[in-house]
């Protein structure tokens, strides 16, 4: 479903991201892991189309989208769930939901679709009316996936999707996750929580200092020596 060819990524002369290549394939989830400046969201942000590439290039559903819109990659079913949740603050929960389908034109399949949302937070279907701001984190989390949602995504990007969450939340979270792919969502998943997300991936890649340096099953890597020093804690 998706393949990166040797991605390049400069900040003005700052190289972020080294010739990093990596795919997913179809219902998959994969998740990317490495501690914090190592190129994580600057890879997503560079699927998406948000951060421009020196050079390499994004092929997603066999097509090469390299150099692509961000609205015009989302309209083809790769939507992405930004770090820190960026959900409209003043707008109601529904209308923040009615911001995922701007795109959409097909209402009766719109409908059905919040009620997928509904079914899936149901949190959020006691607090539609209710200011997005006005949630707790864990609440937001909620709306900023149902809200990518809401865009009929084939591939989702998460950008760290349990960060600042209480531990009962982050089991929510990731049993949420499990629950989407298994609806026929292929996931790709940035993570600071490495043995969580490696417990629920297929496949895991290791990104350090903007290369990838390791890569595998991830229950393998969950068991891999190296790996539980640098992201297991032992």
């Not at 700052?14 to 990596?22: E, K, R």
């Not at 009620?115 to 707790?136: A, C, I, M, Y």
């Not at 609440?139 to 998460?158: C, D, T, V, Y």
């Amino acid at each position: 479903m998706l393949e990166v060819k040797n991605l390049n990524v400069f900040y003005g002369n700052i190289h972020a991201l080294f010739d990093v290549s990596f795919k997913v394939e179809d219902g998959e989830i994969i998740t990317l892991i490495g501690a914090n400046g190592s190129g994580k969201t600057t890879t997503l942000h560079s699927i998406s189309g948000i951060v421009p590439l020196k050079s390499g290039n994004v092929v997603y559903d066999d097509a090469d989208i390299t150099g692509i819109e961000p609205h015009k990659i989302v309209l083809g079913g790769l939507v992405q769930v930004p770090e820190g949740r960026r959900i409209f603050a003043n707008l109601t929960v529904q209308e923040n939901l009615e911001m995922g389908a701007y795109t959409r034109t097909d209402a009766s399949e719109i409908k059905r679709d919040y009620d997928v949302v509904f079914t899936n937070f149901p949190r959020l279907k006691e607090r539609r009316k209710q200011q997005g701001g006005t949630l707790s984190g864990g609440e937001q989390q909620m709306l900023a996936i149902g809200r990518a949602l809401m865009s009929r995504p084939k591939l989702l990007l998460l950008d760290e999707p349990s960060m600042g969450l209480a531990p009962v939340l982050v089991d929510e979270i990731f049993e949420i996750i499990q629950q989407i792919n298994k609806n026929g969502v292929t996931i790709l998943l940035v993570e600071q929580n490495a043995y969580k997300a490696l417990s629920i991936a297929d496949r895991a890649y290791i990104l350090e200092t903007g290369r990838i340096t390791m890569t595998g099953n991830a229950a393998d890597l969950k068991n891999n020596e190296s790996v539980k020093k640098a992201y297991l804690g032992g």
